[in-house]
């Protein structure tokens, strides 16, 4: 094909048009492969959670982080140790309370 007597409105729409089958020619690689990979799990019998276990297991609200530090002065203020640091564990530490003196004791 030659683009060099086309216009540029000509060109743009060729350039569209070309975008257009790639994705579509993306899209249908992607789908041919995902079913030659079901294929190939029907036929030995196996699920996505048998060949990715961790992927089924989601956290659910009786996951519960056991807290490893508590407040001196409020007991009910505790901190799992995970994710961001409470309020008042930042007071502490930073006012010379030293992080090991509110650990829970075991």
Known sequence: ?????????????????I???KQKAEHKR????????YGLMDKLSVTVDDLFPSRSKRRTKTDVSIPMYQSPDDPK???SG?????RW???KVSS???PQSMLIPK
């Not at 094909?1 to 569209?16: A, C, H, T, V, Y």
């Not at 992607?30 to 030659?36: F, G, K, S, T």
């Not at 995970?82 to 409470?86: E, K, Q, V």
């Open 1 to 17: 094909m030659k683009l060099d007597g086309l216009s540029i409105s000509e060109l743009e729409k060729l350039e569209q048009e």
């Open 19 to 21: 975008v257009f089958a």
């Open 30 to 37: 992607i789908e041919d492969a995902r079913n030659q990979i």
């Open 77 to 79: 203020k505790t901190w």
């Open 82 to 86: 995970h994710g961001r640091r409470p």
């Open 89 to 91: 564990f930042l007071d």
């Open 96 to 98: 010379g309370v030293d």
